[in-house]
């Protein structure tokens, strides 16, 4: 029998990237022979960490993190009350904040391996800067700080459900609806591109409501980076989000990501909302990469039906996602402005007036947009052509790299696979190994009793040639 924790410290390694399954399932094995021998079972992150599978500190991180999922355990004045629930980014625990008397839900992550001293101190700063956004539509952060080789980050606890639950059990949401929720999300994003946040991962599953409250909330800045200190770091932009909802920029992995690839990715969310779907499917990530990267954005009238304010959300959508961020709305503020014409467009009660909104609206989106004058280009004169041409290759020879990133990571799933093989070969290994020794241990009892009957049987024909002696004596 393999002990409970050795499964969850396996998982845990497994869910940080920081052990392959082929590893945990070797060691989980050499837990289930010690124990098969009636042996005493060394622990899975011993023979992790004994095999080279797994350092002294990410064991020990791991272990430090499994212990918070014990109810009644403290962190830095929070007390642990459940598990909520955990990603690639962290865990989440529902836990009480002892000095506030309040319930919290606490978000903790191990430190990284290695890390210098100030790039902790820079990511501390960094959540702590998402911490102090206060916005009715960005959940509330309260606090951040590390304690015992983890860092923590405590928010509101939210009731209610995700926009992605009510999609799967309701289905596309009406044009009001699904406006009324992209606006609160963009009004989100406006504060938090203000205070100089770009939150880098924007779906439907992290778009929250409030059932209490009646409120939108967007949520998890995991991959949230704060560009004011630091807006040509490259730091962090390896984390690209979620396929289908991710810019071409993010794709790209250009170093300087703004709001607009928020923007994008708002556009996409909007799109699932409308129609029930993302709007590029595909077999994998790479094939998902490719249709956001080379494929007209769909049309949501070729899924919903047409309508004048749908043609209008459709203009305003492709506008959002244009493949070129410098074609896209340059900030929510600018976005807002046409959602909110939209937004009077459905409050009319008359349908010529909406469609005249609508119309208008569209009108605009539609017309091109005011050419430099001439005398300013022409003061570049054959300048402003090389800069151009150096920008097309810049974005060539990203798409290149992006395209180089991606048949690495087809490579990485074919790998997993061959390891998850492995795994499972190991586990049959095992299993044969178990089945060998019950195989032996049966085969010496029918040995044994084997012997206890010949034994018997030569004594009962001692006893009968005993007995027929004593006979021929008497006569």
């Not at 989980?28 to 899975?44: D, H, K, N, W």
């Not at 005398?375 to 798409?399: C, F, M, S, T």
């Not at 074919?414 to 998850?420: L, P, W």
Request: hydrophobic share 40%; net charge neutral; proline share 4%.
């Amino acid at each position: 029998m393999i002990p409970e924790e050795a499964y969850r410290f396996g998982e845990a390694a497994i869910r940080h990237g920081w052990c392959t399954l082929a590893q945990v399932a070797d060691g989980l094995a050499a837990v289930r022979t010690a124990t098969a021998r009636g042996e005493v079972p060394p622990r899975l992150e011993e023979i992790l960490v004994s095999r080279g599978s797994l350092t002294d500190e990410r064991a020990s991180a791991l272990l430090g993190e499994l212990r918070l999922s014990s109810t009644g355990e403290l962190i830095a004045g929070y007390r642990i009350l459940g598990r909520l629930g955990s990603g690639g980014m962290g865990t989440v625990y529902r836990a009480r904040q002892i000095s506030m008397d309040r319930i919290v839900a606490l978000k903790v992550f191990p430190v990284a391996e290695g890390e210098k001293e100030d790039e902790g101190e820079r990511c501390l700063r960094e959540a702590r800067s998402v911490a102090r956004l206060v916005h009715p539509n960005i959940v509330r952060g309260f606090d951040a700080g590390e304690h015992g080789g983890v860092r923590y980050l405590a928010m509101e606890i939210l009731e209610g459900a995700t926009t992605l639950q009510l999609l799967r059990e309701l289905g596309p949401f009406p044009e009001r609806r699904a406006l009324e929720v992209v606006t609160a999300v963009a009004s989100a994003l406006d504060n938090a591109w203000k205070h100089g946040v770009v939150h880098r991962d924007v779906k439907p599953s992290n778009i929250f409501h409030c059932t209490a409250e009646k409120r939108i909330v967007l949520f998890d800045f995991g991959l949230a980076k704060r560009v004011a200190d630091d807006p040509f770091s490259s730091r962090g932009v390896v984390a690209m989000g979620t396929p289908h909802y991710v810019s071409p920029e993010q794709l790209r992995r250009l170093p300087d990501l703004d709001v607009r690839a928020d923007l994008y990715s708002l556009g996409c969310t909007w799109y699932h909302l409308l129609t029930g779907r993302p709007p590029y499917t595909g077999a994998s990530s790479a094939e998902i990469a490719a249709h956001h990267l080379n494929d007209p954005f769909p049309d949501p009238a070729a899924v919903k039906g047409r309508s004048d304010t749908l043609q209008a959300t459709s203009g305003i959508m492709r506008k959002l996602c244009a493949k070129k961020r410098e074609e896209r709305y340059a900030d929510p503020a600018s976005f807002l402005s046409d959602a909110g014409e939209l937004a009077q467009a459905f409050g009319k009660d008359s349908e010529s007036s909406a469609a005249r909104i609508s119309r208008s609206l569209i009108e605009r989106l539609m017309r091109p947009a005011a050419q430099a004058p001439a005398a300013a280009a022409a003061g570049y004169g054959g300048v402003q052509d090389l800069l151009q041409r150096i920008e097309e290759l810049q974005e060539e020879n990203a798409r290149l790299f992006c395209e180089r990133d991606l048949l690495h990571h087809e490579a990485a799933k074919d790998e997993g696979n061959i390891e998850h093989l492995e795994a499972e070969n190991a586990r049959l290994a095992c299993s044969r190994d178990l089945l060998d020794t019950e195989v032996r241990a049966l085969r010496a009892a029918m040995d044994g009793l084997r012997l206890r009957r010949d034994a018997q049987r030569r004594a009962r024909t001692a006893r009968a040639a005993g007995g027929e002696g004593l006979a021929d004596g008497r006569e």
